[in-house]
């Protein structure tokens, strides 16, 4: 899972209504990790549905590559004026599935 930096400017663009919210996230810690430790944040986008996608997060140890944490989570969609969940910009699947280079959209 390469990695990954979801939150950038270049990878969807976002108005001051709109936002990203997090419903649910799920973290399993494997091994505990140290102030010294030398760490990465892998995040892939594997699944995008009408209003949500899905991450799948690991944290690892750059210089052995172990795996100290598998997380994954679920976001929406949110429109922040009305407090709401709304569709994805198609814009953004069209970018989250060519940053990805698959289509990760769900098959109805």
Request: hydrophobic fraction near 35%.
């Amino acid at each position: 899972m390469p990695g990954r930096r979801l939150g950038e400017r270049r990878y969807c663009r976002r108005t001051e209504k709109d936002g990203i919210v997090v419903v649910h996230i799920e973290a399993n810690f494997l091994a505990q990790i140290y102030g010294s430790d030398h760490i990465a944040v892998q995040t892939a986008v594997t699944e995008i549905g009408t209003k949500s996608f899905h991450l799948a997060q690991r944290v690892i140890d750059t210089e052995t590559q172990e795996i100290k944490c598998i997380c994954t989570s679920i976001m929406v969609a949110f429109n922040l004026e009305k407090h709401e969940s709304k569709p994805l910009e198609e814009e953004w699947i069209r970018a989250i599935c060519k940053y990805e280079g698959r289509d990760l959209r769900k098959k109805k």
